[in-house]
C-alpha cells in the first residue's frame, strides 16, 4: 500500500522569504502527483498537477517537482506571502483510482 | 467553469440520528469519492464509486452507506450517529486516466456536528 509523508509538519516563515515542502511516497508506481492548498475549515484547492511523465509544472509562485524513482516531490513556494498561510497537501495517484494524501505541512507566513 | 458541488454544507444532528449528505460531479467526471476530516486530521477515504459502482472501499463504518446515482450524483447516508462523527465530510471527482489528467477536484464540503 502507498504511504505518503510530508516534512515538515509545521513551518512558519518571515514574508518574502522562499521555501521548500516536501512529499515522499513509498511505491514510485504512480500515474500522477497532486498539490492541494487547504484554508481552516474550507475545501482542498488544487494548486499543481504532475503527470508521471513530467518533472515539474509551474504556476505563479509555485513550482512543483517530481522524482519518481527517488518517490519524492518538492513544492516550491517563491518571496512568500500571508496569504500563502494553509495546510498544504499532496496526493499521489497510483494506476486506478485510489488517491494516497499526506498528513500535510501547516505554513504560516509571518507579515 | 462548474465545480462539486456539496450540500447541505452545515448539518447539526443528535446522537444516534440520520443524516444524508448530496454531492455533484464536475459534469462529465465518472469517478466520486467520499472523504472524512476530522479536526487537525488529512482526509481520511471512505468509498468511491466509478460509472455508479463502488470501486474502492475505505474506513467507511459499517452504519454508513453511499451510492452513485444514474445521473452520477452521490450520497453518503449515515445512521446512528455518534460524537465521533462529527466531522468535515468532502466529495470530490476525477475521470478515470487513460487521455485525461486525471486530477481531483474538491467540493466546499459538509460540516457535521453530532450533539
Known amino acids: 500500500k502507498q504511504e505518503v509523508t510530508q516534512i515538515p509538519a509545521a513551518l512558519s516563515v518571515p514574508e518574502g522569504e522562499n521555501l521548500v515542502l516536501n512529499c515522499s511516497f513509498t511505491?514510485?508506481?504512480?500515474?500522477?502527483l497532486q498539490w492541494f492548498r487547504q484554508d481552516p475549515g474550507k475545501g482542498l484547492t488544487s494548486l499543481l498537477l504532475?503527470?508521471?511523465?513530467?518533472r515539474e509544472q509551474t504556476s505563479g509562485r509555485l513550482n512543483a517537482s517530481l522524482d519518481k524513482s527517488s518517490g519524492r516531490s518538492t513544492l516550491y513556494i517563491a518571496a512568500s506571502q500571508p496569504g500563502d498561510s494553509a495546510t498544504y497537501l499532496c496526493?499521489?495517484?497510483?494506476?486506478?483510482?485510489?488517491?494516497?494524501f499526506g498528513t500535510g505541512t501547516s505554513l504560516t507566513v509571518i507579515p | 467553469a462548474a465545480g462539486v458541488i456539496q450540500s447541505p454544507r452545515h448539518l447539526i444532528k443528535e446522537k444516534r440520528e440520520t443524516a444524508t449528505l448530496k454531492c455533484y460531479p464536475i459534469?462529465?467526471?465518472?469517478?466520486v469519492y467520499w472523504y472524512q476530516q476530522g479536526p487537525g486530521q488529512d482526509p481520511q477515504f471512505l468509498i468511491s464509486?466509478?460509472?455508479?459502482?463502488?470501486?474502492d472501499k475505505g474506513s467507511i463504518p459499517d452504519r454508513f452507506s453511499a451510492q452513485q446515482f444514474s445521473d452520477y450524483h452521490s450520497e453518503l447516508n449515515m445512521s446512528s450517529l455518534e460524537l465521533g462523527d462529527s466531522a468535515l465530510y468532502f466529495c470530490?471527482?476525477?475521470?478515470?486516466?487513460?487521455?485525461?489528467?486525471?486530477?481531483?477536484?474538491f467540493g466546499e464540503g459538509s460540516r457535521l456536528t453530532v450533539l
Open positions: 511505491d514510485s508506481a504512480i500515474y500522477n
Open positions: 496526493a499521489v495517484r497510483p494506476p486506478g483510482n485510489q488517491f494516497y
Open positions: 504532475i503527470q508521471s511523465s513530467q
Open positions: 459534469p462529465r467526471h465518472d469517478t
Open positions: 464509486f466509478y460509472e455508479k459502482m463502488q470501486s
Open positions: 470530490a471527482s476525477s475521470v478515470w486516466p487513460g487521455g485525461y489528467t486525471g486530477e481531483l477536484f
